[in-house]
């Protein structure tokens, strides 16, 4: 053999040699900058590692959380993986085998991890702790839970409600007041609503928005749960069968399809693209771009670190005339153990604090409301989110709503947005109306987008329902029945 | 052992690492792509063989036929596009001009940039409210719309009411000016006379006759297409669902006319490719076409052409089967919104293995994508290669 090969047969060997040498980062590897205070017990803990979702100051919070957990005991110390797009990774992680010892997933991730045989169930551990269901708020816990179990439990909620400008509604107090409104309330119903919105609306010469006084679709987030407030429901709790094409959900697709059509698809399109990202001061609701919206608790930390002098107001989202209320949409982030983690009588240890001690520490630094019944006495004093209280009388309102757990959520969800998206840009056919006007136009219009509605609702069912009944076939298939 | 397997041992040695690599990180992968494609297989459980099951879903599932009618419509019009500019492009940093290479790293350099920083820098430049592009538009038919409403009625044209002003019959001075500077009889003599003066009367002759197809095209268009004349104004770009023009039935929709108008932006690699056969076009050919009185398009035409033809054939093929990978650019920019008008095969793909957690319907499209790219591609050779010459090699 030449010289070379020689030379080439040392260079993998020294590759190879190196690689294996190298020794991969451990949870035990210990910081002297950051772990100092824990120097002592740091080889006696056991380590766990914690994956969330959270990043900036909202990350800070977990973390904060988590350092005061390490401080409270000496057997055990988490450490706080800040991971995007964490389900994805920890549904990857555990077909690997090798999850983390607590994962922070979003609700909706709850059932096909569930389904999947990801989680471990968490009941027996809440029942030998003496956690019980009542410690929670109902729609918080049921966040969690499939069939009857326990697979997570509720850390970070979300609850929404309206917002609205006072600054907006005391400018145009002359104006709301010709028109039979108080301008030092926010609106009660949706009717109501509408017609703030039209004494609010300021518009350019050309007859591009200015201001408007509401928009459906901003910021977009909920756009298909408007239905709710019209009294529908996506799915039939006592069925489970997929209901995209409810009356209601119809009738609040007409609703904001009205707005499309009254201000002109094109010109709030232009609109639109003027505003700002939602974490800035051009946020629309924060510039004054819009006066009143739909926005989660979050929010008050948000305007007040962006423009801390605005004056708005916080009220449940109204309801259709007839429907009761109050109602807010309730989601929550969970916490679970994934299964095969290689700690999970500790992670429980760890989860059982956060449920108990923990929560109100992030749900502080947060701005948000608890997903536990009782807050502790020293949870409201200082509290920096000042609307509070409406949304905890929202999260315990009795016709607040969680959304359907149906395993083809995700794809059901985009489906209804790509609805709703598509009615909001769908030309009225001119021919159709040529020749009318006035009061005639506006009926036809709203005949013909009501057809496009129902027939575009309408698909979805059928298409995510002949999904969701494939999923249960093969299941059931997979669980050792005999396919058909 | 022999020199010959001996010399066959080292190179397989030399390779094998990239061998190992291959076959453990692509040919498993594509394998079992191939086997999960008739399987139910949701990551956290197990696969189900459920048989053709997946491509007769395929068959009926409108969102798959979307996206790829998005593709093709995309590839339809990127890729000439594309190839158009890529080539004059090249032919322009071909020429013998002062600071040539600075120009050719000019137009390189944006290749560099990475597609993510790409994606959010043109987010900002197709703002309708506060983009670049807009701004730069609404001046533009600003002042066309100005110099139009001298000769024309835009209201009138958008009405398709007479819109015609008296004026307008001042226009027609310029194509007699540009017959009798460049074709007429005269023209061609004071050429050979006096070509300093012809060449002034040229250029003059050249802007009247674009300061006069302006009006024109504008109050033409207006008449034609008002709806579409207004949105160009002003468009909403990756928010507007709506197709452009209007009129034709598989046009892009703004939202993609955007994506494609971005993917413009990298077509200097695709120009440095041109631009290096574009120096290997033997000299001695343009020099016998010019002892034959060729003029510039036919030497373009019978020369240039016909010798870079293989290098058009490569990025042909190339752009149809980068085509189909478009992922990053909507993922980044709209989402595949609105209304799924950007949403790529590739993303449709992604969307059912990493959203809905349906790996083995993923893998089912994108079995099927790569047999329309295999199908394409031999296509492509089939019609191209009649018209590609390979200087007899």
Known sequence: ?484 | MKGTSRQAVVGYGFILPWLVALVVFIGYPFLAGFYFSFCDFPPLKSPLFIGMDNYMELLGDTGFHRSLGVTFIFAAFAIPIGVFLALTLAMFLNARVRGQSFYRVIFYIPHLVPTVVVAILWLWIFNPTYGLLNIVLKGVFLAADAWTGLFFSLGAAAKGTGCVRPAAAALLAAPVLAWGAFLSRAGQAMAKRRPARASLVRFLAAVALVLALVPALNAGLTVLAPADMQKLHSPGWLSDSSSFPAELPIAPSWALWGIIVMSMWGVGQMAVIYLAKLQDVPMELYEAADIDGANWWGKARHITLPMISPVILFNVVMAIIGTFQVFAEPYIMTQGGPEDKTRFVAMFVYDQAFQYQRVGYASAVAWVLFLIIVALTILAFKVINKHVYYAGR
């Open chain 1, 1 to 484: 053999m030449r010289p070379v090969h020689f030379g080439l047969a040392a260079l993998i060997v020294a590759v190879f040699l190196i690689g294996y040498l190298e020794s991969r980062p451990d949870l035990r590897d210990f910081d002297p900058a950051r772990n100092q205070a824990f120097k002592d017990t740091w080889a006696q803990r056991v380590h766990l590692s914690y994956w969330e979702k959270w990043a900036s100051f909202e990350g800070e919070a977990c973390q904060k959380m988590v350092d005061e957990f390490n401080k409270s005991q000496s057997g055990i110390y988490v450490h706080y993986i800040q991971t995007s797009q964490v389900d994805r990774k920890a549904a990857l992680a555990a077909v690997g085998g090798d999850p983390p010892d607590v994962v922070g997933l979003w609700d909706s991730n709850v059932i096909p991890f569930a389904e999947g045989g990801a989680l471990v169930p968490l009941d027996d551990l809440m029942k030998e702790s003496g956690l019980k269901a009542d410690h929670y708020i109902p729609n918080y816990l049921k966040l969690g839970q499939h069939r009857g179990k326990t697979w997570a439990l509720p850390t970070s909620v979300m609850t929404a409600a309206l917002f609205w400008n006072k600054e907006h509604f005391r400018k145009r107090a002359a104006d709301l007041r010709a028109a039979g409104l108080d301008p030092d309330r926010p609106p009660e119903t949706i009717e109501d609503l509408d017609r703030y919105a039209v004494v609010l609306n300021e518009f350019e010469a050309d007859g591009t928005p200015r201001i408007m006084g509401f928009l459906p679709s901003e910021p977009g987030w909920w756009n298909y749960a408007w239905g709710y407030w019209f009294g529908g429901s996506l799915a039939d709790p006592a069925t489970g069968a997929l209901t995209p094409d409810d009356p209601a959900n119809v009738r609040a697709m007409v609703w904001a399809k009205g707005y499309a059509e009254t201000y002109g698809r094109e010109k709030l399109l232009q609109f639109r693209s003027g505003f700002g990202t939602f974490d800035s001061p051009y946020n629309a609701f924060i510039e004054g771009k819009v006066s009143m919206e739909m926005q989660g608790v979050w929010f008050p930390m948000f305007i007040r670190r962006h423009r801390p002098s605005m004056e708005f107001g916080v009220a449940p989202f109204p309801c259709a005339k007839g429907v009761p209320g109050p109602r807010s949409i309730l989601q929550a982030d969970v916490v679970g153990i994934p299964r095969g983690c290689k700690h999970p009588k500790e992670a429980w240890k760890f989860i059982y604090w956060m449920q108990t001690e923990g929560l109100p520490i992030t749900a502080r630094l947060q701005g948000k409301n608890l997903a536990i019944a009782k807050a502790p006495d020293n949870f409201h004093a200082g509290h920096p989110n000042l609307e509070l209280k409406v949304f905890e009388d929202l999260a315990e309102a009795p016709h607040s709503f969680i959304l359907p757990p149906t395993v083809v959520w995700q794809e059901y969800m985009d489906r209804l947005s790509r609805a709703f998206e598509h009615v909001w840009m769908w030309p009225v056919p001119e021919a159709e109306v040529a020749g009318l006007t006035g009061d005639a136009r506006k009926a036809r219009v709203e005949a013909l987008c009501r057809e496009e509605i129902e027939r575009t609702c309408r698909e979805v069912r059928e298409v995510m329902q002949e999904k969701l009944d494939r999923v249960h076939r093969l299941d059931a298939e997979r669980a050792g029945e005999v396919r058909p």
